[in-house]
């Protein structure tokens, strides 16, 4: 039985991490927007609803869900190829109720099966992309959008080349932020009586600071002064017409258009596996150790993208870098997600001009420290102690993860640990070892509890390296299951080429069915075994 969370039971806790959040996904929704092709406020929709409705419907405790970077390549080429916004707003409506089908159906239980190497390998690869890609919004270079994380950038440069562009573009104003934002978050975060005030997070101090520094900085008219593209840039309506322009209506007309379902699918799929690798890494950081049910996340995803539809918004999935964020800031449960939500919906809609006073230096600075946090190099080596099995799923995850993208990192972890899985299998299917006696040498090969085919390959080598006139002892006591191929290996040696070179065969704890019984003195002990 599910316990159930009282969700007010942490609110200053809550509030605070919930307006941290908020903070970050700002800039991330109007960054996503903008790379997607897709109007600003569709992203800050999409953030909201992903706040408020999925954030309620979720069992996650930390995760936070919204527009995704991983989704924008997919977005702009949809929306480029369909030709009109809406019919995209109806290929993400049929991609909701897709996800939420995928819910009922229990697709969400594949997420048990993602090793927690890869999923920390992930984890860090996005933590070093965060870092890397914050750099120069540091130092007054915001050429490549906010929340940009892929490898190859829309500007023409990539994650390192775009290190040597900002060289001769260092703004100081910027810089000044960044260094005074930095300070006050590690100085807050260290001093006791600071870090105990829940309702004044150090995100929020920072954010004010570099506001006030910035007003400065343009009162006095000093060339330090940033601005244009170097602020949070949220639209402002003017009138109550632009305000409902905003809200734009899926063009169901389009039901039938074969390239509306081709999206929907794509959207579908890749929003599902995005959302279950975050909320595997969300759980990872969860302190209090507690799991989410995936499947019914699949649902609340459905139900949150159906919503974003209607109302004109992007796609959305459990997004790391806001869940990071959250749990970093100390949330105890989904209600910060939910207050992110609300916030995103009141200050947008009523200060906006504030909010666009926000420099990104300001903003950058909070993710730097999420993204060394992500990447801390205590990770690195933990898994590097723990040996090549769990090392080298990590180490490749994490390098595929910045030099391509989330889901291909992943999937190049996966496929190392199912290659590591294999051949640990393979050896252990059986144990190998040779006694020295007075009559002669007996080789002993003891089968583990499960020989299936994959052992096949194994067990053949071992069976063609018994020299001749040897004397071997083949052991399933232990065994309730041989695979049909490697009792063919066996059958084939023990009646065929044991014969032809002298080698002695005893059968010990093999079950009836497969007509294998050893002759000799043992052949009271000898039986087959056969798996119906």
């Not at 929709?45 to 999925?54: A, K, L, M, Q």
């Not at 030099?403 to 992943?410: Q, S």
Request: aromatic letters at 8%.
């Amino acid at each position: 039985m599910t316990k159930k969370t009282n969700l007010f039971a942490n609110l200053n806790s809550d509030f605070a991490s919930g307006l941290v959040v908020f903070l970050v996904a700002l800039p991330l929704c109007l960054g996503i927007a903008l790379a997607s092709g897709a109007p600003l406020f569709s992203g800050i929709i999409s953030g909201i609803i992903g706040g408020i409705i999925v954030g309620f419907l979720s069992k996650s405790h930390l995760s936070v869900s919204g527009p995704a970077a991983g989704l924008t390549a997919i977005v702009l080429t949809a929306i480029t190829t369909l030709g009109d916004f809406r019919l995209f707003l109806l290929a993400v409506f049929i991609a909701g109720i897709l996800q939420i089908i995928l819910g009922f159906i229990k697709a969400g239980s594949i997420s048990s099966y993602f090793p927690n190497n890869v999923i920390e390998g992930m984890l860090a690869g996005i933590g070093v992309i965060i870092f890397l890609k914050q750099i120069p919004h540091a130092v007054g270079y915001d050429k490549d959008y906010e929340g940009d994380l892929s490898f190859l950038q829309s500007d023409g440069e990539n994650t390192f080349s775009e290190l040597f562009a900002v060289l001769g573009n260092i703004q100081l104003g910027a810089v000044i932020i960044t260094i005074v934002s930095l300070s006050i978050i590690i100085i807050w975060n260290k001093v006791p009586f600071l870090k105990s005030l829940k309702l004044v997070p150090a995100a929020l101090v920072a954010v004010i600071s570099g506001i006030l520094i910035n007003q400065f900085f343009i009162s006095s008219g000093s060339n330090l002064a940033i601005s244009g593209e170097h602020l949070v840039n949220l639209p402002v309506p003017k009138s109550l017409g632009e305000f409902q322009n905003i809200f734009i209506l899926p063009d169901f007309s389009g039901i039938s258009n074969k390239q509306v379902w081709t999206v929907a699918v794509t959207i579908a799929i890749v929003a599902s596996i995005e959302t279950l690798l975050c909320i595997e890494a969300a759980d990872k950081m969860d302190i209090h150790k507690r799991y989410t049910d995936t499947n019914v996340e699949l649902k609340a995803q459905g139900i949150g993208n159906v919503v974003s539809a209607l109302l004109g918004g992007l796609p959305m999935t459990s997004v790391v870098v806001r869940t990071t964020a959250n749990a970093s800031a100390g949330a105890q449960s989904k209600m910060s997600a939910i207050i992110h939500g609300v916030l995103l919906l009141v200050c947008a809609v009523s200060i906006p001009f504030l909010l666009n006073k926000i420099p990104l230096a300001t903003l950058a600075a909070i993710l730097l420290l999420i993204g060394y946090k992500l990447a801390n190099p205590k990770t690195l080596k933990h898994f590097f102690e723990k040996g090549k099995y769990q090392f080298i799923p990590f180490i490749a995850t994490l390098l595929a993860v910045v030099f391509t993208d989330l889901l291909k990192g992943v999937a190049l972890g996966m496929i190392i640990s199912v290659v590591f899985i294999l051949k640990g299998n393979m050896q252990r299917a059986y144990k190998f070892r040779k006694e020295e006696l007075h009559d002669g040498d007996v080789i002993h090969v003891d089968l583990a509890q499960e020989v299936s085919f994959l052992n096949k390959a194994a067990i053949k080598s071992t069976l063609a390296s018994i020299p001749e006139n040897s004397k071997v002892i083949i052991n399933a006591t232990e065994t309730v299951y041989i695979a049909h191929d490697v009792l063919d290996l066996i059958k084939d040696f023990k009646k065929i080429r044991s014969k032809e070179e002298n080698i002695k065969v005893k059968l010990v704890g093999f079950k009836k069915a497969y007509g294998l019984v050893d002759t000799g003195e043992e052949e009271k002990h000898v039986f087959v075994e056969h798996k119906s």
